[in-house]
């Protein structure tokens, strides 16, 4: 359900809390299990607290914040929404409380914004690294494919399905799609479409050295977003779709990475370095992520010799279009040295 922050209801009983009972009895009736998914920017919990907890009992929300917080560290510059975020900082707050606000002043809002979501699963919180609202918002469409150099875009796929959340990708990004994804309509009132047409202008007219916004409602604007599966037949976009298909796998054979554990994760950043170490773990495994988003090789403490851990996944790795052809780290003195723009994944050998 699209930007529920935006539902007015003052009745007794809020109109998502009345669909959450009716989804119940369904499921109730039919045996299958439906999903009720919202987007909302409030970072208010009780979207998610069961009805027990005078919540609205939604079972997931996305979160734009992880986002921001993600693309700031990658190099996004930080206008508009942006402005509230801190990069790498922040990213290490979404990685611990999902909600990177939960009760300190916005200079964005002018206000003190958010409350804490305490006892809440990871599987309550979807997390991306880019959707259509990200892109499609763009004056020019632009996909992170565009934006990003080859390696960053595997650092930002990693930092996603890494997360403690539920990874979701946009169209495309599995490969590598460069065709834009552009803001389009069809609607069949003129009068309705002429104000789409100039409100996008008036949007953005403070850039206009990057050109015009497309007109919505040109059929040109839709056919130029379309995605192009002939790509999968360029060696760079199948790396990448093998890239991606590791990584869901990883997430999906280590249980310390696929256990949704809010209370089994550390996140420390290095701001200086622009690196972030993230640790998650469960009795039998623990796994060690470092992220390295800026463009030189950083040095990161290492608690113990690497030599007693395993490594799952190095996105440096030449088999990944990477410059590197060994594991692309190296100890030096209590130190892991980080290749640039690149995530490393360890896990204990003898977990």
Not at 163 to 168: G, R, T
Not at 287 to 299: D, G, P, T
Request: hydrophobic share 35%.
């Amino acid at each position: 359900m699209d930007a529920v922050h935006a539902i007015k209801d003052l009745s007794a009983e809020h109109i998502l809390k009345a669909i959450r009972l009716e989804v119940d009895a369904l499921m109730e009736l039919t045996g299958r299990t439906h999903y009720l998914i919202v987007e909302c920017d409030l970072n208010d919990p009780r979207f998610l607290d069961s009805a027990e907890k005078n919540g609205f009992g939604m079972d997931a929300q996305w979160i734009d914040e992880f986002h921001q917080a993600l693309r700031i560290s990658a190099g996004e510059p930080t206008t508009g929404y942006y402005s509230d975020f801190q990069g790498i900082r922040h990213l290490e707050k979404a990685y611990r409380d999902a909600y990177v606000y939960d009760g300190q002043y916005s200079e964005h809002r002018k206000k003190n914004f958010g409350k804490p979501a305490k006892d809440q699963p990871g599987s309550k919180f979807i997390v991306f690294s880019q959707n259509h609202d990200q892109v499609g918002n763009r004056m020019l469409g632009e996909r992170s494919s565009v934006l990003y150099s080859f390696e960053m875009q595997k650092v930002l796929a990693g930092a996603v399905m890494i997360s403690p959340y539920l990874p979701m990708l946009f169209m495309g990004e599995e490969y590598g799609e460069t065709n834009p994804f552009l803001y389009f309509v069809s609607h069949t009132d003129p009068e309705l479409n002429k104000m789409v047409r100039e409100g996008r202008k008036a949007e953005f007219a403070a850039f206009h050295t990057e050109g015009e916004a497309p007109d919505p409602d040109a059929e040109q604007t839709f056919l130029q977003s379309k995605l192009q599966w002939e790509l999968l037949n360029k060696p760079e976009h199948q790396t990448m779709f093998d890239y991606y298909k590791a990584l869901i796998a990883l997430r999906k054979e280590n249980p310390a990475l696929s256990n949704g554990d809010r209370n089994r994760i550390t996140a420390i950043s290095y701001p200086d370095k622009n690196t972030l170490v993230l640790k998650r773990w469960e009795p039998r495994q623990q796994i060690v992520c470092i992220l390295n988003f800026s463009k030189e090789k950083q040095a990161i403490p290492a608690e113990d010799s690497i030599h007693n851990w395993q490594l799952l996944l190095c996105s440096a790795d030449e088999k990944w279009g990477g410059p590197c052809k060994d594991d692309g780290a190296c100890q030096e003195v209590n130190k892991l040295i980080i290749q640039p723009e690149s995530i490393l994944i360890y896990t204990r050998k003898d977990a």
